[in-house]
């Protein structure tokens, strides 16, 4: 889950701004300010967003609002301890937000590397699939106890698993023999399975 970005709130920034304004000696006690239609204006924002911050100026003795006659400067001397309050604020919210990206980058880097693991499971299925696939050879001498027999005389594919896809007899090869091969002295069997048939194939084949 992605963290979420937390940032102060708007009208908060705009208090703040005109704090530091005052601060600044722009607005000294006893100035009006410009209506909140323009301060709108100004901040492009919504006159509610301009009311919430006045409000919050008001609210610790830094503004006054009189019907008709607008927003007066009625305190300087609270500001520096409003201003002092927000950056705490400011900072808590800095910290939460770096905590935010130091999260989402450790959730990333931990998605990254559950993709690895699983790229690298499915290569070693993949990889045994493959190996699965590689035929084995397998010489037919004197030993061999099935001379002379076919492939389904011995029930060969359900005994060991194992799928006899050539034979090489003499000069010649012989492609998907089916269960007509012979177990001839001398041929060359090859055939698809994994380890188990093929330990099974000279079991049967050899003992």
């Known amino acids: 889950m992605k963290a979420k970005k937390v ?82 604020f400011d900072t808590l919210a800095t910290l939460k937000e770096d905590l935010d990206s130091w999260a989402e980058e450790q959730n990333r880097q931990i998605q990254d590397i559950l993709d690895k693991i699983q790229f690298a499971v499915n290569q070693t299925q993949q990889t045994h699939v493959i190996g699965s696939l590689n035929p084995y050879e397998i010489k037919i001498t004197a030993a061999c106890k099935v001379l002379g027999k076919t492939a389904n005389e011995l029930q060969f594919w359900h005994l060991t698993g194992a799928t006899i896809v050539a034979v090489r007899h003499g000069e010649e090869l012989i492609l998907s023999p089916g269960p007509y091969a012979t177990f001839c002295q001398g041929d060359s069997l090859f055939i698809v399975g994994d380890t188990a048939s093929h330990l099974a194939s000279m079991k049967l084949l050899f003992e």
């Open 7 to 88: 940032t102060m709130a708007l009208y908060r920034q705009i208090a703040i701004d005109i704090a530091k304004n005052i601060a600044s000696g722009k607005y000294v006690q006893g100035d009006k300010l410009f209506g909140r239609s323009m301060l709108a204006s100004h901040y492009q924002v919504s006159p509610e967003t301009i009311r919430k911050a006045v409000f919050l100026l008001k609210d610790v003795g830094i503004l006054q609002t009189e019907k008709g006659s607008g927003i007066k400067v009625v305190s300087t001397e609270k500001v520096a301890d409003f201003l002092k309050k927000n950056e705490g």
